[in-house]
C-alpha cells in the first residue's frame, strides 16, 4: 500500500504528539526521582496518549517556554492534541509541550471525580519535574476542573483531605497561568451539595468547598502572569454559582470573556488566544 508523502507525514505528527514521554524525559525523571516518579507521570496504565513531552534529541536547545498543558474531569492529557497541533505549527518542539493524566481518564463517572490531594500532587510534581528539565520557568494551561487543581498545586501548603503538606508556592516556577473554561469558584451545577463526588463540600465544587475556599483566598499566586478565558454559556462550569462568577481568577492579570460558546468550544475554538497569552501576555 502505497501513501501519498502528506499523509505520510501527518501520520508521523500525530504519533508525536500522542507518544508517551520521550527516552530523554523519561531518563531525566527515572534518575532524578526514581521509577515511582516515572509511573506516577507517564500513566501507561491508561494506554498511549496518558502522557507527551521531552527532548527527541538530547543536544537540543529550548526557543520556547515549556508550556504544561492539565486536563480537566475524566479527560486524559490527549484530548488537548489539538492545542499541542497547534503549539508545534506556532514553532514549538516535543520538549517545550508536556501533559500528564491525573484521574482514571473517565472509569469514575464524572459526578464522582472530586479535587483529590493525589491528582494536585501529580500536577505539583510534573511542574516541578519540567522546570527541572528545561532550566526555565514555564507556562501552565489548565482546562475545567484542573484549574482549581493546578492552582492548588502551584499554591501548596497543605491538602484539604490528607492534611499532607505540599511544600511552599511554586510561583517563581511560573511564567503564565492560562485557565481556560475553569471551574475556580465552584460550578453552577454544584448549586446544592452532596455528601460525595462532585459537589461535595470539601473538595468539590461547591462554591464554598474547603478546596475552593483555600485556593482563593489569596491572589496572585499562581504565576507572573494570570489570565482566564471563558464563556457565558459554559453549560458545564456555568457562569455564576454563589452569586459570582465562577471562572475569572480574582486579582488576574486579566481575562477574555466570550458569549454564547459551550464549554467545549471555549476549550476547542480559542486555542490562538490560549496561545498568544502564553507567547505574548495578550490575547492578540
Known sequence: MRFF?????????????????TPHFRRFLHDSYGISMVTQLERTDLGPGASFGGREDPLEEPTNQAVIIIHG?????????????YLRSAGYKSSEIYGTTWGDAGATPVGLVDMKCSFVKQIRSMIIAVRQYTGTRVDVVAYSMGSPLARKAILGGQC??????????????????????????????CAIPIPVGTC?????????????QDIN????????????????????????????????????????????????????????????????????
Not at 505540599?166 to 471551574?183: N, Q, Y
Not at 504565576?223 to 455564576?240: A, I, N, P, Q, Y
Open 200 to 212: 461535595n463540600r470539601r473538595t468539590g465544587l461547591h462554591c464554598e468547598s474547603t478546596f475552593l
Open 217 to 284: 483566598h489569596q491572589q496572585k499566586y499562581e504565576g507572573l502572569f494570570v489570565f482566564s478565558l471563558f464563556s457565558t454559556s459554559d453549560e458545564k462550569v456555568g457562569f455564576r454559582s454563589c452569586g459570582r462568577p465562577v471562572s475569572p481568577i480574582l486579582g488576574g492579570t486579566g481575562f477574555v470573556k466570550r458569549d454564547g460558546m459551550t464549554h467545549d468550544q471555549i476549550m476547542d475554538e480559542t486555542i490562538p488566544i490560549q496561545v498568544n497569552f502564553i507567547k505574548k501576555h495578550t490575547p492578540r
Open 5 to 21: 508523502p502528506q499523509i505520510l507525514l501527518a501520520l508521523l505528527e500525530c504519533s508525536q504528539i500522542h507518544a508517551d514521554f
Open 160 to 189: 484539604v483531605d490528607t492534611r499532607e503538606i505540599l511544600g511552599p508556592p511554586l510561583t517563581e516556577l511560573i511564567d503564565t497561568f492560562l485557565s481556560v473554561a475553569g471551574a475556580n469558584y465552584g460550578s453552577s451545577l
Open 73 to 85: 474531569i475524566t479527560n486524559t492529557a490527549s484530548r488537548f492534541h489539538r492545542t499541542v497541533e
